[in-house]
């Protein structure tokens, strides 16, 4: 995982409360046995039933940051729906209220659920189905989103350790190998007769 400081971009309006981890990406793309190429099928059936659907309308290609209604990632537990969203290339999600086992994926997958007041959210909605190009930036560090354009600017939520883990770039796998020494001592002070682990080097 990549470290995620600041993310300054477009964004893309999805106006849909509730929106569920089976219309993210459906149940059809989850035979696929790994991490990549998901970003196809994010909102797939929304996208094939809908050509004016926003990620089907060209003035909003290229955008990294998402901004829906309020219960966005509810749902099963699917991680695919946090792996689409970052193959399609989104890097932050904008919504008054995620789904927990979302919310948890997504902060382990580099994707940041920016948790704003349902009145910035809303404002927020508005002016970037308005003005398509308008700029967003997500501060992780600083724990803001600011759009100096629109005269929004909020603070979001976001515990110590979740930012610590986004400045660092650390999944659970990154965390793991900082401590790969601390793990070989213990294996090497382990009786014998005990299941080693190999650690590599």
Do not use: C
Request: hydrophobic share 45%; glycine share 8%.
């Amino acid at each position: 995982m990549q470290p995620v400081r600041v993310i300054e971009g477009t964004a893309v309006p999805i106006d849909r409360s509730d929106v569920d981890t089976d219309q993210i990406i459906p149940a059809v793309w989850l035979k696929r046995v790994e991490r990549t190429g998901f970003g196809a099928g994010l909102f797939s059936a929304w996208r094939e039933a809908d050509p004016n659907f926003p990620l089907n309308r060209p003035e909003f290609a290229g955008a990294s940051i998402l901004v829906a209604g309020p219960n966005f990632g509810v749902g099963s537990s699917r991680e695919h729906a946090v792996w689409s969203l970052v193959d399609y290339g989104f890097r932050a999600v904008v919504s008054p209220r995620f789904g927990d086992i979302f919310r948890n994926n997504a902060t382990k997958a580099g994707l940041v659920p920016v948790v704003v007041e349902p009145a910035v959210g809303e404002a927020l909605l508005q002016a970037v189905a308005t003005d398509p190009a308008l700029r967003v930036t997500v501060d992780v560090d600083r724990r803001t989103l600011v759009a100096p354009a629109a005269g929004i600017e909020a603070a979001f939520p976001l515990d110590d350790f979740t930012r610590y883990r986004l400045l660092e770039g650390l999944d659970d796998v990154g965390l793991t190998l900082r401590h790969t020494d601390d793990v070989a001592a213990y294996e090497a002070a382990r009786p014998g007769w005990l299941p080693t682990v190999v650690t590599p080097r």
